[in-house]
Nanobody
Framework: QLQLVESGGGLVQPGGSLRLSCAAS????????IGWFRQAPGKEREGVSC????????NYADSVKGRFTISRDNAKNTVYLQMNSLKPEDTAVYYC???????????????????????WGQGTQVTVSS
C-alpha cells in the first residue's frame, strides 16, 4: 500500500512561511492525485488543495488562495505545499492524501474532499502564533 509521510510543520509567526513536504514510498506517485487537508482542534477535516498526477491542474480552498501553492516533483516522489502569509487560523494538523487518478483527478474548481482519497499520511502540526 502507498505510504505517505508529511514533514515541514512547526511553529511560525503570523505572516511567516512554511513548506510542507509529502513523500511517498512503496509506489510511484505518477498515477495519483495528491491532496492536502487540515484539521484544526474541534473542527472537521477540510480540503486545502489538490494537484493532478501531471501537476497541470491544481485547486485551492478559498481561505488559502493566493497564499498557498501546491507543487509536485514526481522524480522525487514528493508533493509540496508552500504556505505564505500564514495566519493564526491556519493552525491545524496538515495531512497529505493520495487518490488514484481513476477516482479523482483534481480537474474541477472545488477543493478536494476526503471521500475520494484512500491513502493518508500521519499528519504534521502547523502552529501560527506570535
Amino acid at each position: 500500500q502507498l505510504q505517505l509521510v508529511e514533514s515541514g510543520g512547526g511553529l511560525v509567526q503570523p505572516g511567516g512561511s512554511l513548506r510542507l513536504s509529502c513523500a511517498a514510498s512503496r509506489f510511484t506517485l505518477d498515477y495519483y492525485t495528491i491532496g492536502w487537508f487540515r484539521q484544526a482542534p474541534g473542527k472537521e477535516r477540510e480540503g486545502v488543495s489538490c494537484i493532478s498526477s501531471s501537476g497541470g491542474s491544481t485547486n485551492y480552498a478559498d481561505s488559502v488562495k493566493g497564499r498557498f501553492t501546491i507543487s509536485r516533483d514526481n522524480a522525487k516522489n514528493t508533493v509540496y505545499l508552500q504556505m505564505n502569509s500564514l495566519k493564526p487560523e491556519d493552525t491545524a494538523v496538515y495531512y497529505c492524501a493520495a487518490a488514484r487518478v481513476t477516482r479523482y483527478s483534481c480537474s474541477g474548481y472545488a477543493p478536494p474532499v476526503q471521500a475520494d482519497f484512500g491513502s493518508w499520511g500521519q499528519g504534521t502540526q502547523v502552529t501560527v502564533s506570535s
